[in-house]
């Protein structure tokens, strides 16, 4: 198939008239009347400028005219635009104050666990997942606007900002403002948490979130097996170091049952991305989810869930870590 430009070097007369002109000048034929009134400002001879009469400037300035008074029309409707958005924000900070101030109130109030309690229990009647560690704030923030995630963590993470600043709810609408709105407070504070944290912080937490998964096998008494062939996506080293295997699983409505679509081991560094992602909404520091580790492993030996070896050896790892908690504190 002959392509535009082959058509044209097989036109040698169209060939010849583009190469003994290159430089071509295109003009419309329309009678379109804007190219009379665009002459006017180009270079002309002193006999085409006596040409122009007093129409010819008056249409030029009525074009000119309404041009102008069309885009002040379309500024106008495009603000109305602006300025809905701004009030949805308005409306968007001051609910947010209201939410605090509700937040507050509970946290004062002598019936505040039976209140968490209540609130948990509406929210998993409605399939809301609420985790054992989900902060108290989190659990009204979700009872108030529903199971979005995204937009639960980012009103959490305003509200423990302004709790953190020691704002009044009547302030928090234009402290909102001035740092830029809600989605900007919850994308600096992120950043601000990761750099706080460090990679070697990072990679401690990421530990102990790997040993709470690991350690629940010893209580959790669900099991099965399937001849599902576990997938390797990484190099064998890589994937002997992994600590898990991940199931991909489908919800069959009808039977009510999930079942297996593929297993498998994402070795080691793409496991402990995995656990990084799956957690991020997480906000315990890492002295928290220390001692919560800690208490868990407790309580599985307290049970005796765990075989003796692995007693003996949390127990040793705990009175090193006292000792060393003892130090830093004494010094």
């Not at 041009?67 to 701004?86: G, P, Q």
């Not at 991940?246 to 069959?252: E, M």
């Not at 220390?290 to 307290?302: D, G, I, P, Q, T």
């Amino acid at each position: 198939m002959e392509t535009v430009l082959e058509n044209v070097k097989n036109d040698s007369a169209v060939s010849h008239s583009l190469l003994d002109h290159p430089k071509v000048k295109i003009s419309s034929s329309s009678p379109d009347p804007w190219n009379d009134l665009n002459q006017m400002f180009d270079s002309m001879s002193k006999s085409a400028a006596e040409s122009i009469t007093p129409e010819m400037v008056e249409a030029k300035d009525t074009a000119i005219e309404l041009a102008l008074n069309e885009c002040l029309k379309l500024t106008s409707e495009h603000n109305k635009f602006y300025d809905l958005i701004s009030a949805a924000h308005d409306t968007l900070y001051q609910s947010l104050a209201d939410i605090y101030a509700f937040v507050l109130r509970v946290q004062l109030s002598e019936y505040k666990q039976h209140i968490k309690t209540a609130m948990i229990s509406n929210l998993m009647d409605k399939g809301v997942k609420i985790q054992s560690n989900t902060s108290d704030l989190m659990v009204i923030i979700k009872t108030i606007i529903g199971a979005d995630r995204r937009r639960a963590s980012e009103y959490c993470r305003v509200l423990e900002v302004a709790m953190r600043e020691n704002l009044t709810p009547k302030d928090l609408p234009s402290y909102i403002k001035l740092r830029g709105g809600v989605s900007a407070i919850y994308s600096t504070e992120s950043e601000l948490v990761a750099k706080k944290l460090g990679e070697k912080e990072r990679e401690f937490r990421t530990s102990y979130f790997q040993e709470l998964f690991e350690i629940r096998h010893w209580a959790n008494k669900s099991s099965f097996s399937t001849p599902i062939k576990v997938i390797q996506n990484s190099d064998e080293i890589d994937c002997n170091r992994a600590k898990f295997t991940v199931f991909l699983t489908l919800f069959d409505k009808k039977e009510q049952v999930y079942k297996i679509c593929s297993a498998h081991n994402l070795g080691e560094k793409q496991e402990r991305n995995f656990i990084k992602h799956i957690t991020r909404d997480i906000h315990d520091t890492n002295e928290v989810l220390k001692e919560k580790l800690f208490a868990y492993r407790s309580k599985l030996v307290e049970l005796k869930l765990v075989p003796d070896v692995l007693q003996k050896i949390w127990g040793q790892l705990k009175m090193i870590t006292d000792k060393t908690t003892e130090t830093v504190e004494s010094t």
